[in-house]
């Protein structure tokens, strides 16, 4: 969680192929492997699975929701070895002048189609 999100209650559960993440990490694999083990310790099911929510940015463009991750690397990646389709998000909505801000000059590349896109959507829990 961040500063940016640390008031919102909203939660929103996207899947995980819909999340573009333009920044390579550096990854750290003890972060990863403990938190994998914090995921194996819970209800697969449950609305909670011990990891706080990620940051996700999303902008709304041709009618279209894109949605953007900068931070929460770790988490990425052990939902992903842990096979999760969807993750625990706060989505913050951003326009493309603030995600110019992220991307600079490759931003028209942030809104190419990719043959992995999955359309957006989530469910909304407390």
Known sequence: MSIQTSNMNRISFLPLSSIRRPIVPVLDEDKITRMIETLSRTDPEAIDDGLPPIDVLRVRKNGKDWYFGFGGCHR???????????????????????LH??????????????????PPHSVTAI
């Open 76 to 98: 990425f990646q052990a939902y992903e070895r842990t096979g999760k389709q969807t993750v625990k998000c706060k989505v913050v909505p951003v326009t493309e002048s603030m």
């Open 101 to 118: 801000m992220y991307v600079g000059g490759s931003l028209d590349e942030m809104f190419k189609e990719r043959p992995a896109d999955v």
